[in-house]
């Protein structure tokens, strides 16, 4: 359970966490740019900008992608059952600057960075510009790994295959001298998913110790209404029209119209520091039905952005409350 007085953030663990090695860029062009600023690039002159000194921007975002689609595949794989939702709500705990500045620092990234003099302390003491180091070295690890990368020769045809394929090469010589002109090179990204493994051998190292606390957080009895073994991602569905069902069977057995009281929350898998604004908020709907007896039955249910899902996952809860609810319910 997560709650105000002990926060579950990956945060909170990275103080206490065993980091693995970082692997080196073995590329000196792209470590070169992932430690360069673009104050320094934009400083330079014209003559040393031709010999390509570039900055880390496009490979911060480029790292930034790379770093959100491993631990996306990496929620689903230790979690196969959650929905989407979960999956970025747990990610951002994960990926955000704070986390990422961090990270970067522990490995003293920023420190190694070249800046234009004017923009050095500013530089190190942004919690952004650091993050975005840590995204670029990601991105250089991976391109380097591309780079790297063996060169295999395609398999050689036998001789009848080889002998057909020059002959039709000759044939066909001034066709495609005509073509050269007009068709676009081939982009070969063959290599990008062996460079994709080799990175995951390092994040998964670095963040799957850190997920599973993530996940542990979610065994309380709020977030089962979202995640929990018994209503998991078929809720939502399985609620759908719950609460004119609801109402039909109150009027059926002459009882009160339910009542349906709400608050815009914050749920208890979003950690404090992360409270900010109403981004990420959700609808607790407690559906209140009366008794004929003066008692009720209250059930609570919680609907991504909208009170209606929260109304019907309500109402569905209170259907399901009891094998005997509308005999109870007109005690």
């Given at each position: 359970m997560i709650d105000d007085d002990i926060s579950e953030s990956a945060l909170v663990l990275l103080d206490k966490f065993t980091y693995p090695p970082l692997p080196p860029i073995t590329d000196t062009k792209l470590e070169r740019a992932v430690f360069t600023h673009r104050s320094l690039v934009n400083s330079l002159p014209t003559d040393l900008l031709l010999g390509g000194y570039e900055s880390y921007e496009k490979l911060a975002h480029l790292g930034d992608s790379l770093l959100n689609t491993f631990?996306?595949?990496?929620?689903h794989a230790m979690n196969p059952k959650s929905r989407p939702k979960t999956a970025t709500d747990l990610r951002s705990k994960l990926v955000n600057g704070e986390i990422n500045a961090h990270i970067s620092r522990h490995y003293d990234l920023p420190a190694k960075v070249l800046t234009?003099?004017?923009?050095?302390?500013?530089?190190?003491?942004?919690?952004?510009?650091?993050?975005?180091?840590?995204?670029?070295?990601?991105?250089?690890?991976?391109?380097?790994?591309?780079?790297?990368?063996?060169?295999?020769?395609?398999?050689?045809?036998?001789?009848?295959?080889?002998?057909t394929d020059k002959n039709m090469s000759q044939d066909n010589s001034n066709k495609q001298?005509?073509?050269?002109?007009?068709i676009e090179p081939k982009v070969d990204i063959s290599s990008h998913g062996q460079a994709f493994d080799r990175l995951s051998l390092f994040l998964q190292e670095l963040y799957q110790p850190l997920i599973q606390?993530?996940?542990?957080?979610l065994s309380s009895p709020l977030s089962e209404l979202l995640f929990g073994d018994r209503f998991q991602e078929d809720i939502l569905v399985l609620s759908e029209g719950?609460?004119?069902?609801?109402?039909?069977?109150t009027q059926k057995w002459r009882l009160a119209q339910p009542r349906y009281s709400h608050e815009y929350i914050w749920p208890e898998w979003t950690l404090p520091f992360q409270r900010k604004g109403t981004h990420g908020k959700v609808w607790k709907s407690t559906c209140t039905v009366r008794k004929r007896d003066g008692t009720s039955l209250s059930m609570n249910g919680i609907g991504d952005g909208a009170k209606g899902p929260a109304d019907n996952v309500a109402a569905y809860l209170s259907c399901n409350a009891s094998q005997d609810l509308l005999l109870d319910l007109t005690k």
């Open positions: 631990i996306t595949c990496l929620l234009a003099r004017s923009v050095g302390g500013t530089f190190r003491a942004s919690d952004i510009e650091a993050g975005e180091v840590y995204e670029a070295y990601l991105a250089g690890l991976f391109y380097s790994y591309v780079k790297a990368k063996p060169n295999v020769s395609p398999p050689s045809a036998s001789h009848e295959e080889a002998s001298n005509i073509e050269e002109s007009v606390p993530l996940l542990d957080s719950a609460k004119s069902e609801l109402n039909t069977l």
